[in-house]
């Protein structure tokens, strides 16, 4: 594994973690209800995207030599302001802004060699008023992106169990946020894995990488059966007879899934993840949360079967960060949820 590999796995898992704290949140709440002071849960999501932003743009200057004519101006996100700045924005604009800057963060750091990551650059910076120069490592902006992630993390979790309130059908762009967000921390932490350990080393129990991967393409299917079932649509015949949550039919499925190639295991759990998130983009808010009472699926909501496909690839990416020893913060190799033992 190589060290631009772990921070970009650290950025991953931290922003994946968060993004889970507000999955089952209702659109009022997110929107309404202070985190503290005036920001909302949509105001810090925008937040977190100006600081991706800023640092996206500041990349490229500091490759190009430029960045010390140029230097960071942070006045334009002063925190203090960040209500004036975002304050009438939807939701959709504010989760859109979010990850459209990760992207734009992640696409910048990719040009960079492992020596531009550690080269320290002298810049000058300002803060409205204020001005001074500094330096600084493009590592130390990518930590500070993940430690960043880390503690507003925190501030979620302290004020959702402020709201008192049961898990409920959240809105769909938290939703999708979140399971684009959980592949990414999975996907980020199996790029850990060497490629010539791939198909031998184990990461999940006796499962290699290659076993993994078409595990998560079976459950994938699964899910995608379940949520066709709930919107009394044709479903999958085999998963009509068999549960997901039996692991010697887990066990049989991997069996059976060695003689693929690790291509053909890879590309599996690619198209199952489109497929099941293509679904989930006709589906509104409305029929994401409608009750099932039926008894085809054990979900009461087909929010809640994607709620259960987001954690899965959450206690994954966690098992997988834990086999291979990565040096993160326990609270990043294990995960627990409501769909997860």
């Known amino acids: 594994m190589t060290d631009k590999n772990l921070l970009i796995a650290r950025m991953a898992a931290n922003r994946a973690r968060l993004l889970r704290e507000l999955v089952g949140v209702s659109e009022d709440a997110l929107m309404k209800i202070p985190v503290y002071g005036?920001?909302?849960?949509?105001?810090?999501?925008?937040?977190l995207g100006e600081y991706d932003d800023l640092f996206a743009r500041s990349i490229p200057l500091a490759l190009s030599g430029d960045l010390g004519a140029t230097g960071v101006d942070f006045t334009d996100i002063r925190d203090h302001l960040l209500h004036e700045r975002?304050?009438?924005?939807?939701?959709?604009?504010?989760v859109e802004y979010m990850m459209a800057a990760r992207t734009s963060f992640l696409k910048a750091f990719a040009d960079a060699s492992p020596t531009d990551v550690?080269?320290?650059?002298?810049?000058?910076?300002?803060?409205?008023?204020?001005?001074?120069t500094t330096r600084s490592t493009i590592r130390a902006w990518t930590r500070a992106r993940f430690l960043h992630d880390a503690g507003h993390h925190e501030d979620l979790r302290e004020w959702r169990r402020k709201l008192k309130r049961e898990p409920e059908a959240g809105p769909r762009v938290i939703l999708q946020a979140a399971l684009e967000s959980a592949r990414l921390d999975f996907a980020a932490s199996a790029d850990l894995v060497a490629e010539s350990e791939r198909e031998s080393r184990p990461v999940?129990?006796?499962?290699?990488?290659?076993d993994v991967l078409g595990h998560m393409a079976d459950g994938d299917n699964y899910y995608l059966h379940a949520v066709h079932v709930m919107l009394d649509e044709p479903g999958d015949p085999f998963w009509s007879t068999n549960p997901v949550d039996d692991d010697d039919l887990n066990e049989d499925m991997v069996k059976k899934r060695r003689k693929y190639s690790y291509r053909k295991q890879s590309s599996d759990c690619e198209s199952s993840r489109r497929e099941l998130i293509a679904t989930l983009e006709r589906l509104t808010d409305e029929e994401l949360s409608f009750p099932y009472s039926g008894d085809a699926s054990p979900y009461p909501t087909i929010y809640h079967c994607y709620w259960s496909a987001l954690e899965h690839d959450l206690d994954h990416a966690a098992v997988l960060r834990r086999e291979l020893r990565v040096n993160f913060p326990?609270?990043?190799?294990?995960?627990?949820?409501?769909?997860?033992?």
């Open 118 to 132: 550690d080269r320290q650059r002298r810049y000058p910076w300002k803060f409205g008023s204020k001005t001074g």
């Open 330 to 341: 326990q609270y990043l190799l294990r995960f627990k949820g409501p769909y997860t033992d």
């Open 204 to 210: 999940c129990g006796h499962w290699t990488l290659k």
């Open 38 to 47: 005036d920001w909302t849960a949509a105001n810090m999501l925008a937040h």
């Open 86 to 94: 975002v304050g009438n924005w939807s939701l959709e604009g504010s």
